[in-house]
């Protein structure tokens, strides 16, 4: 697969634990844990970096289906003309071009375990379409197949924009997005779970300087700098600033 929208996940990174300190990312992790063994399709809403794609990984890796595969498409990067054929596949022959044998799309690739739809508010209305047939039979066509596979997978599906908004609009089928949204879970952005930002930078300084072989120390004002900063860009804008504290600070103070 493209590196760089599909990807195979396999354990949480030991820099990206989900931190639920703050009342508000306690709920979530409860909320999650509830959906953890329930088959049903699973919608996370939230801002850019505040952690979707982690509490997905999350979510599998306390399931049943965590010896399975975690498979993550980003909707967003893949080509248009793609997306059919990248989540379903297709058969040889199924057009000029393509593989002689065919290739296994990326659902029946995580047969068993769990796929990750990353802003799927960016898939066409066709791939939509074949999506929303695929949850409600549990089976697909690929492209130039007379024959169904049918096969047992889990869907998460993630987003930063409003679907309802964009059902309204006609951007998005509204049979779908019902479909997805059997039980949405939101994770609130980092300046609205502030308790959560020293854990977090900790957690990060921990893995970074384990990384770099370097010794760092955060002093109680830069703490509580990082902690009324607003963080737009959310966990990820924080972790990658103390990424680069660490790297080309010598002295955190």
């Known amino acids: 697969y493209n590196p760089q929208y599909i990807s195979e996940l396999k354990n949480i990174p030991q820099e990206a634990n ?38 997905a990984q999350y979510i599998h890796s306390i399931s049943s289906r965590k010896e399975g595969p975690l498979i993550c498409l980003n909707c ?53 379409a074949k999506l929303l047939t695929f949850l409600q039979e549990k089976e697909f066509y690929p492209i130039g197949a007379n ?15 409003n679907l309802k908004n964009m059902v309204e609009t006609g951007r998005f089928r509204e049979d779908l997005y019902y479909r997805i949204n059997v039980m949405d879970i939101y994770v609130p952005p980092l300046r609205k779970r502030k308790q959560d930002i020293p854990a977090l930078v900790n957690q990060f300084m921990t893995y970074f300087t384990a990384k770099y072989g370097v ?14 900063y607003e963080w ?22």
């Open 76 to 128: 967003a990067n893949i080509p248009t003309e793609l997306v059919e054929s990248e989540l379903f596949g297709y058969s040889k022959g199924a057009f000029t071009g393509a593989n002689v044998s065919g290739k296994k799309g990326l659902i029946e690739s995580a047969d068993k375990g769990t796929v990750l739809l990353d802003e799927i508010s960016e898939l066409s209305m066709s791939a939509q």
């Open 232 to 253: 737009k860009g959310n966990v990820r804008e924080l972790r990658h600033l103390v990424e680069r504290l660490v790297v080309t600070v010598d002295s955190l103070v």
């Open 18 to 55: 989900l931190v639920a300190e703050s009342e508000e990312m306690g709920r979530v992790m409860e909320l999650a844990r509830k959906m953890a063994n329930i088959e049903a399709t699973c919608l996370l809403t939230g801002e850019s970096g505040t952690g979707k794609t982690m509490l």
């Open 147 to 161: 024959k169904p596979v049918k096969i047992d997978v889990r869907v998460i599906a993630a987003t930063n924009k």
């Open 215 to 228: 010794k760092r120390q955060l002093s109680q004002g830069a703490m509580q700098i990082l902690s009324s």
